[in-house]
């Protein structure tokens, strides 16, 4: 994510010089989003102009709240999630192994039954084997 602020002069130009620099140490293809800040105190002309031009820009103010949720909401749309769907029960001696799903997975649903924590979730390839191992 770039962020600019109101008191850039050449917002243009910072994102090229921005893009050229993350280009040059190898982040070219890390998807991009800008946030242009205290827009309650911009240029209206200058945001309006970034907007229609850098298609995953977003306008908000952290002073008023203006346009932070929808900051949020395409940070969130943009990071990368586990690819590999797992439903399983997993029994209550192995809390180490919902605890990791919790943290590195995406919970779909959970629920506590009589022989463990059932789990419905999105992991990455290495949670994966370690749910399967308990499986078997």
Not at 44 to 64: C, D, G, H, Q, W
Not at 83 to 92: D, F, G, L, V
């Amino acid at each position: 994510m770039r962020s600019l602020q109101r008191s850039t002069q050449h917002p243009f130009e910072q994102i090229r010089a921005v893009r050229e620099v993350i280009t040059e140490i190898g982040g070219g293809d890390i998807p991009e989003i800008i946030a242009i800040n205290k827009v309650d105190v911009a240029d209206p002309e200058v945001v309006m102009s970034i907007l229609r031009t850098e298609k995953n820009s977003y306008a908000f103010s952290v002073r008023t709240g203006f346009g932070i949720e929808g900051l949020i909401h395409a940070i969130e749309s943009s990071l990368p999630r586990p690819k590999i769907e797992s439903t399983t029960t997993i029994p209550y001696e192995r809390g180490d192994l919902v605890h990791a799903i919790h943290e590195h997975g995406e919970i779909l649903s959970e629920e506590y039954l009589p022989e463990g924590t059932a789990i419905h979730a999105r992991v990455d390839g290495g949670l994966a084997e370690q749910i399967a191992q308990i499986v078997r």
